[in-house]
């Protein structure tokens, strides 16, 4: 009996002893498990909301760049207009005053509207009161008669100033105009132009804010908000339901007060009830903020960290676990990096052929110097008009990504491709002239072997200046030069084909893009003679000479030049100035400037070089006219 107590208590003992065991394996596995959901909640934690932010604050700066360089792009556009349209209101009133009985005739008003390419005229009294125009309508107001008109109060106290408006509604129609305003020479009446800004108003509605912020692409869980400084109102957001709403309404109340005192804010705080990371900035006419519910809180990481709870019931567990969290990890930085890429990258890429475009062209040129190693080439595509006249615009558009998928084949490992305009493309390559030579062969070679389903063949004229030629002042006057030399083999290629890039002969290229001239000068004599395709063949030609001094004057009507470009060309044109130049041995100088032409504006590109007995420049082989409209000599 006694036996048998003491083996049941030595039993009872172990079945205990066990017991403990299992109960500390127990509570062991449940502290590492507990350990490991602790550590691996905070790890996420950290992780996921230091990504977060630097997500967020890269979509932010993304859409405030856009936005500022779009709102930059406008104000450009506007003060550029504004200058037009004074230059067109003096012009109307020169107009006017040399023929004083159009003054009050209606007819004869339309008609000087028409040839200035302008909406309205209206002529003000001393005292601004509307007296005759093109519009009768309008006769009798005044600049008492509501905000728009009193904007121009100011010319009754200064008969020296000149005013243009911003786009603004008009007070009898609440139509968007721009007006502006002069008075005529005698100051007794004041004219006003109006026109319909048509180009600025869909460039502005095409780079809205909220334009921007609806096509910018965000992850799961974030938002984008474009919102008014001063009321808070969302106007431009990815969730489209958010538009009318304020930052008040969706509990960034405070958050719209602190940035009110600062340019950048940043934290959590619960919004639509959600609790989310937010990131503003204040910019000079929005808010723009970014929104991102915390990962924590999402219902993918928890069921990430039950399965590591299962997964570290048992002990290789944590081992894989550990690993697929760290793997899992690196493929969310990875997709995020590609995101950003993809982000930076969207508004540096022209989307129909995949080249960069003129934006990254402007920006990849101006940090570059001319001293660095690299060759420019300036192309263009040959017959596009024709083919688009003959053909219809879709078999025109293959043809440009014909020539754009040759550029890249070619190109894009030895450098850059840029689509700068229609058919108009730039490469900067930084190999040695060697091998692009040899580059330039297998371009060549690409290029007369292609063929599309609408369009045969391709044709590209291309000119290339090399950095290392010679000493350079900047990289404007390296793309002056490569155009030049592009559009010398463009006028080549027409003349062959007996044709123009318009379908007119062949005898009227006359540089049709750039109006590009060249003139041989005589300082000493102030005089010129234009440069003829056979100088050199016929040596004895009496080619016509002229004044160098009237060429300059009566070249381009100044005031038809671009208001930004006459200082330049009236320096560069200087017969002092081009001494000096020729004095330093330069061989050209070149002047390129805009010439208003209709409505837009065209680049001309004068090219001068010294008249003396030991000059190298022939120029056999192209065309030359003396101004846009002159026949060939």
């Known amino acids: 009996m006694q036996e048998y107590i003491q083996g049941k208590s030595q039993m009872d003992h172990k079945k205990k002893k066990t017991k403990n065991k299992i109960l500390k394996l127990v509570c062991l596995l449940i502290f590492v498990i507990g350990t490991a959901v602790f550590l691996e909640a905070a790890i996420l934690y950290t992780v996921n909301n230091k990504n977060v932010y630097q997500t967020s604050k890269v979509l932010l700066d993304q859409a405030v760049d856009i936005i500022e360089k779009n709102q930059k792009n406008e104000d450009d556009m506007i003060q550029s207009l504004k200058e037009d349209y004074i230059v067109r209101a003096k012009a109307v009133s020169y107009i006017i005053d040399a023929k004083p009985e159009a003054e009050k005739n209606i007819t004869e008003l339309k008609k000087i509207a028409d040839l200035m390419s302008i909406d309205e005229i209206h002529i003000f009294d001393k005292k601004g009161k509307i007296y005759s125009g093109t519009e009768p309508k309008y006769y009798g107001y005044s ?312 369009v045969e063949e391709i044709s590209i004229s291309c000119g290339y200046v090399s950095s290392g030629e010679r000493k350079w002042a900047s990289m404007k006057e390296i793309a002056n030069v490569a155009d030049i030399r592009m559009y010398e083999e463009k006028a080549m290629y027409y003349k062959k084909n007996g044709v123009d890039r318009q379908g007119q002969p062949a005898s009227y290229v006359a540089l049709y893009r750039l109006y590009s001239q060249i003139l041989r000068i005589n300082l000493q004599k102030d005089h010129y003679k234009i440069l003829n395709w056979k100088e050199t063949i016929h040596k004895n030609k009496q080619l016509p000479k002229g004044t160098l001094t009237e060429w300059f004057d009566n070249f381009q009507d100044i005031q038809f030049i671009h208001p930004d470009d006459r200082e330049e060309y009236q320096q560069k044109t200087d017969l002092e100035y081009l001494k000096q130049q020729f004095a330093e041995q330069k061989e050209f100088v070149t002047i390129t400037y805009r010439v208003k032409e209709g409505t837009d504006y065209k680049t001309v590109t004068l090219e001068i070089v010294p008249e003396d007995e030991n000059s190298k420049n022939t120029y056999e082989g192209f065309l030359y006219v003396k101004d846009s409209k002159a026949n060939l000599i």
């Open 143 to 454: 600049f008492d008669s509501g905000e728009q008109m009193a904007y121009f109060k100011p010319m009754l106290k200064n008969k020296k100033l000149t005013m243009c408006q911003d786009v603004t509604p008009n007070t009898s129609e609440g139509k968007k105009m721009m007006y502006a305003l002069v008075w005529n020479e005698a100051g007794d009446h004041m004219i006003q132009v109006g026109i319909e800004p048509v180009r600025l108003l869909q460039e502005v509605k095409q780079n809205e804010a909220d334009s921007v912020v609806a096509n910018m692409p965000v992850y799961k869980g974030m938002s984008l908000y474009v919102t008014d400084k001063k009321s808070g109102k969302i106007y431009g957001a990815t969730d489209s339901k958010k538009i009318g709403k304020t930052l008040d309404d969706i509990g960034l109340s405070r958050q719209r007060k602190k940035i009110a005192k600062e340019n950048l804010v940043s934290g959590i705080v619960r919004v639509d009830g959600e609790k989310s990371l937010y990131i503003i900035k204040k910019t000079k006419k929005y808010i723009v903020g970014v929104t991102f519910e915390i990962a924590s809180d999402n219902a993918s990481n928890m069921i990430a960290i039950l399965i590591m709870v299962v997964y570290l019931s048992i002990a290789a567990g944590v081992i894989l676990l550990v690993i697929s969290r760290l793997s899992k990890v690196r493929k969310e930085k990875k997709e995020q990096s590609a995101m950003l890429s993809s982000i930076s990258e969207m508004s540096n890429i022209d989307k129909m052929t995949g080249c960069f475009n003129r934006r990254s062209y402007e920006e990849d040129l101006s940090k570059m110097s001319a001293n660095d190693q690299f060759i420019y080439i300036s192309m263009d595509v040959n017959g596009l008009k024709i083919i688009n006249d003959s053909h219809g615009h879709a078999a025109g558009d293959e043809l440009i990504c014909g020539a754009a998928e040759c550029m890249r084949r070619c190109f894009d490992k030895y450098g850059k491709v840029y689509r700068i305009g229609g058919d108009e493309f730039v490469a900067v390559l930084f190999v040695q002239l060697e091998q692009f030579l040899w580059i330039k062969t297998e371009f060549d070679g690409d290029i007369r072997y292609w063929t599309g389903n609408q």
